[in-house]
């Protein structure tokens, strides 16, 4: 099991490698992102809005991340809060990120991450919980696809 300090550490080098990705990333880069994780792991990068359709595998992890990075990718991450359960081998971490969203910045970004690891340190669980409103609306603004309606994309302050 483990250690508290363990798990920060391997955390935070998740986190770094996943500041350092970008849409020309290579496939290398973000094999290496996914790494991290167990064979058998089960990863929401999005958020949880997407519960019924994890990431099962690395190869999984490297799909998804290629395919959100055209349109985001995570500039900065700025942890508010953390607790460690070591007995579970549980992280909960509180944070305010900053993301690139087709070239505009989208601030303080809130964030609940809730990630477990294996026996040998591996992300075993990675379970975002967020508001994806403001993505969805930056990316319809940027590509013209999306759900709000051409009222609502106008007076997003409106609603």
Do not use: W
């Not at 290398?28 to 790494?35: M, N, Q, R, T, V």
């Not at 909960?92 to 340190?121: C, I, Q, W």
């Amino acid at each position: 099991m483990p250690s508290a300090t363990v798990l920060e550490n391997r955390l935070n080098t998740l986190y770094s490698q996943y500041e350092s990705l970008r849409p020309d990333s290579s496939d290398a880069d973000l094999e290496k992102f996914a790494s991290l994780f167990s064979n058998n792991c089960t990863v929401f990068l999005k958020s949880m809005r997407e519960a019924k359709d994890p990431d099962l595998n690395r190869q999984a992890i490297v799909s998804t991340l290629r395919e959100m990075m055209k349109d985001q990718y995570l500039e900065k991450r700025k942890v508010v809060s953390q607790q460690i359960n070591e007995q579970d081998s549980r992280v909960f971490l509180e944070m305010e990120n900053r993301y690139n969203v087709h070239s505009k910045v989208l601030e303080d970004f809130p964030e609940t991450l809730v990630a477990t690891f294996d026996d040998e340190g591996l992300v075993d669980t990675f379970k975002l919980y967020s508001c994806r409103s403001h993505f969805v609306m930056m990316i319809q603004a940027a590509t013209g696809e999306g759900p709000y309606s051409e009222e609502m994309m106008k007076n997003p302050h409106l609603h």
